[in-house]
């Protein structure tokens, strides 16, 4: 198949004919990983991506407020939400980022980014669809405890 037929598909049938192409194309070893990419394509069809984007958005906005509000720490992500989307980035003199990284995965089961490209040395969030109010909460909450003892 070359080009012109994958856009075919796509403007005829959408990301599920798309993704059934693929299966054709790359053969039935990843038609799980296929169907469940389908499955979350439709799903972000359904809810929309800017309601998506704007709930993303207010998450990292409550993360913000209150990573903002410790003391020693860096946010480097620009505050205008344009800029952001639903990522934040942060970093402490405290404790290096890569340790930090560690004790919010190890301690508190946040999964998050160390970001050592052009030496930010930085934690960076992702907050997404599949993520909840709670857990903005919990990291606020991580980072504090994290902080008493460094």
Same mark, same amino acid.
């Given at each position: &198949?070359?080009?012109?037929?994958?856009?075919?598909?796509? %403007?005829q049938g959408g990301i599920v004919t798309v993704l059934l192409f693929l =299966?054709?194309?790359?053969?039935?070893? !990843?038609?799980? @990983? =296929? =169907?469940? $990419? @389908? %499955?979350?394509?439709?799903?972000?069809?359904?809810?929309?991506?800017?309601?998506?984007?704007a709930r993303g958005r207010a998450m990292v906005a409550r993360v913000r407020?209150?990573? %903002?509000? $410790?003391?020693? !720490?860096d946010i480097l992500t620009p505050a205008n939400p344009e800029l952001s989307?639903? &990522?934040?980035?942060?970093?402490?003199?405290?404790? @290096?980022?890569?340790?930090?990284?560690?004790? $919010?995965?190890?301690?508190?089961?946040?999964?998050?980014?160390?970001?050592?490209?052009?030496?930010?040395? %930085? =934690?960076? !969030?992702?907050?997404?669809?599949?993520?909840?109010?709670?857990?903005?909460?919990?990291? !606020?909450?991580? &980072?504090?405890?994290? $902080?008493?003892?460094?």
């Amino acid at each position: &198949m070359d080009w012109s037929t994958f856009f075919t598909y796509l %403007a005829q049938g959408g990301i599920v004919t798309v993704l059934l192409f693929l =299966v054709g194309f790359v053969g039935s070893a !990843v038609i799980a @990983a =296929v =169907v469940a $990419l @389908a %499955a979350a394509a439709e799903t972000q069809e359904r809810i929309g991506r800017e309601r998506i984007a704007a709930r993303g958005r207010a998450m990292v906005a409550r993360v913000r407020a209150g990573i %903002a509000a $410790l003391p020693d !720490v860096d946010i480097l992500t620009p505050a205008n939400p344009e800029l952001s989307a639903s &990522m934040i980035s942060f970093r402490t003199p405290r404790i @290096a980022y890569d340790k930090l990284f560690g004790r $919010l995965l190890g301690e508190h089961r946040l999964r998050c980014r160390p970001v050592s490209e052009q030496k930010l040395d %930085a =934690v960076r !969030v992702s907050t997404h669809l599949c993520n909840g109010l709670d857990e903005c909460d919990r990291l !606020v909450a991580a &980072m504090t405890a994290i $902080l008493k003892t460094t």
